[in-house]
């Protein structure tokens, strides 16, 4: 088993910046995709971001794309989500989630996901 711990969010105005961080321990990190996924109040999960186990492959959301790069350093077991021109629909608990890597792709669907952290909050001011 993987564990996720997240860190690095909290308030921001909106057009501020945030770096999402998320930390794995346990299993050999580069066995893993990775994914960011938020979830506002009343709303369901959505996918963020992905990223292959190599990083060499990456997805983002229409939602987020050109303002967001997700990455990772294997080296450190860490993923990033770099957050830029930030909006308050952006608002939300951000999970990190690992996924069992079968192939170099990032996943997109959270049902890839078999591990999650406990998520945290970003809350973007207007």
Do not use: H
Not at 10 to 35: E, W
Not at 40 to 63: F, H, L, M, N, Q
């Amino acid at each position: 088993q993987v564990q996720l711990v997240e860190s690095g969010g909290g308030l921001v105005q909106a057009g501020g910046s945030l770096r999402l961080s998320c930390a794995a321990s346990g299993r050999t990190f580069n066995n893993y995709a990775m994914g960011w996924f938020r979830q506002a109040p009343g709303k369901d999960r959505e996918s963020v971001a992905a990223i292959s186990w190599s990083g060499g492959s990456t997805y983002y959301a229409d939602s987020v794309k050109g303002r967001s790069t997700i990455s990772r350093d294997n080296a450190k077991n860490t993923v990033y989500l770099q957050m830029n021109s930030l909006k308050p629909e952006d608002t939300a608990v951000y999970y990190c989630a690992a996924a069992n890597a079968y192939s170099d792709i990032p996943y997109r669907g959270s049902r890839d996901y078999g591990y999650w952290g406990r998520g945290t909050q970003v809350t973007v001011s207007s």
